[in-house]
């Protein structure tokens, strides 16, 4: 079996399979023609069949009113702010051992309390046996083959088997399905909002934009979700003799708790009139929740608490699509032994770690 690849450079390639995986509900595809259904379809589809590209992206993620949570545990900032841009090629190889290569520049930005990084310079390329990695003035490139029991350090796990031939098979999509995504079978249409806008000119071709938006408050809010939430309390022993009174005031709390929720995810995808690909995706993620409606449900002064407020964006556009022929190793690198590569991940990577468990990759 395929193995999940987990480097953060595909992240996007999960919300590019959000919008047309739930938009073949029933063949209905919300609000969108029967048309625009399978303009949409086509090209996701299409899209997955892509075997190289070129890619620019970015990342930001910003946490705000996080001073609650750091009254509880003080090593938490009161705000976090991470930015990454970044680009290079990416070239799937079938029938290789490791049939991925890719290449990425990338600059980070973060700031969480009195630690901070500015403008930091992360390249790292995995091709061919190697995985090269920024070291300490110097590029170092690790052999694949000190890790075939564990993860590769910044990039996870890797796909293996020569069944990798393109982005579906690489991220197993043919085993996943609408059921997945929502088991309950619960009618979303009233949540979301899929709709196409009109043309670009974008990337030296016409644009087809498509613009996904779920409510997420409304759902949190909806008698389907809480009801989930009643059955959820029984199963916990939320209620009768063996009722745990904590486990129950929790509960209890939950719809005040969500009443001030106010969130939303936008993904807008971008399709080529040309040659029916996916070229650019933007992800938006909102998400407000008002601490204070807590407080002033158990007589406390809601006006103390300040809301925490989360909005992640990422954006990706890919060039060259099916174009890319290789993926070239950084220059005057210098090549670790398999002992030297375990010792090195051993003694754990400084500030590649750091980036890592604040992106939680």
């Known amino acids: 079996m395929v193995k999940?690849?987990?480097?953060?450079?595909?992240?996007?390639?999960?919300?590019?399979?959000?919008?047309?995986?739930?938009?073949?509900?029933?063949?209905?595809?919300?609000?969108?023609?029967?048309?625009?259904?399978?303009?949409?379809?086509?090209?996701?589809a299409n899209t997955y069949t892509i075997t190289s590209f070129n890619q620019t992206f970015s990342v930001d993620l910003n946490i705000?009113?996080?001073?609650?949570?750091?009254?509880?545990?003080?090593?938490?900032?009161?705000?976090?702010?991470?930015?990454?841009?970044?680009?290079?090629?990416?070239?799937i190889l079938p029938g290789s051992e490791v049939p991925v290569?890719?290449?990425?520049?990338?600059?980070?930005?973060?700031?969480?309390?009195?630690?901070?990084?500015?403008?930091?310079?992360?390249?790292?390329?995995?091709?061919?046996?190697?995985?090269?990695?920024?070291?300490?003035g110097e590029t170092l490139g690790l052999p694949l083959s000190a890790f075939d029991d564990g993860d590769l350090p910044v990039v996870g796990e890797l796909?293996?088997?020569?069944?990798?031939?393109?982005?579906?098979?690489?991220?197993?999509?043919?085993?996943?399905?609408?059921?997945s995504v929502n088991p309950s079978g619960t009618d979303l249409t009233g949540f979301i909002n899929y709709v196409r806008l009109p043309d670009q000119d974008l990337m030296g071709q016409t644009m087809y934009p498509f613009q996904f938006n779920v409510d997420v408050d409304a759902i949190l809010n909806s008698p389907d979700f809480m009801a989930m939430i009643n059955s959820v309390s029984g199963m916990l022993g939320a209620s009768g003799a063996e009722a745990d009174p904590t486990v129950g005031i929790v509960l209890q709390l939950i719809p005040t708790l969500l009443a001030g929720v106010d969130s939303d995810v936008v993904i807008?995808?971008?399709?080529?009139?040309?040659?029916?690909?996916?070229?650019?995706?933007?992800?938006?993620?909102?998400?407000?929740?008002?601490?204070?409606?807590?407080a002033g449900a158990t007589g406390?002064?809601?006006?103390?608490?300040?809301?925490?407020?989360?909005?992640?964006?990422?954006?990706?556009?890919?060039?060259?699509?099916?174009?890319?022929?290789?993926?070239?190793?950084?220059?005057?690198?210098?090549?670790?032994s398999?002992?030297?590569?375990?010792?090195?991940?051993?003694?754990?990577m400084g500030m590649l770690d750091g980036l890592g468990a604040m992106g939680g990759f």
């Open 4 to 44: 999940r690849f987990s480097a953060f450079v595909l992240v996007f390639l999960l919300a590019l399979s959000i919008a047309p995986l739930v938009s073949a509900q029933d063949n209905t595809c919300y609000n969108l023609s029967a048309a625009d259904c399978e303009t949409i379809n086509s090209a996701s």
């Open 64 to 91: 705000t009113g996080l001073e609650v949570a750091a009254m509880f545990a003080p090593e938490i900032p009161g705000s976090i702010s991470f930015n990454v841009d970044g680009s290079g090629p990416f070239v």
């Open 338 to 348: 398999e002992e030297e590569a375990r010792a090195f991940a051993e003694q754990g």
């Open 159 to 179: 796909p293996s088997g020569a069944g990798v031939t393109n982005f579906g098979s690489l991220l197993g999509l043919d085993a996943m399905s609408v059921d």
């Open 101 to 136: 290569e890719l290449a990425l520049d990338m600059v980070v930005n973060s700031s969480m309390g009195v630690d901070s990084l500015s403008n930091v310079s992360v390249p790292f390329a995995l091709v061919g046996d190697y995985l090269y990695i920024p070291g300490t």
């Open 268 to 294: 807008t995808q971008y399709v080529g009139a040309n040659d029916n690909f996916i070229h650019k995706l933007t992800f938006d993620f909102g998400f407000a929740i008002d601490l204070g409606v807590l």
């Open 300 to 336: 406390g002064d809601s006006a103390q608490i300040p809301p925490v407020n989360i909005d992640l964006t990422f954006d990706v556009e890919l060039s060259d699509i099916n174009q890319v022929s290789s993926v070239n190793a950084p220059a005057n690198a210098r090549l670790l």
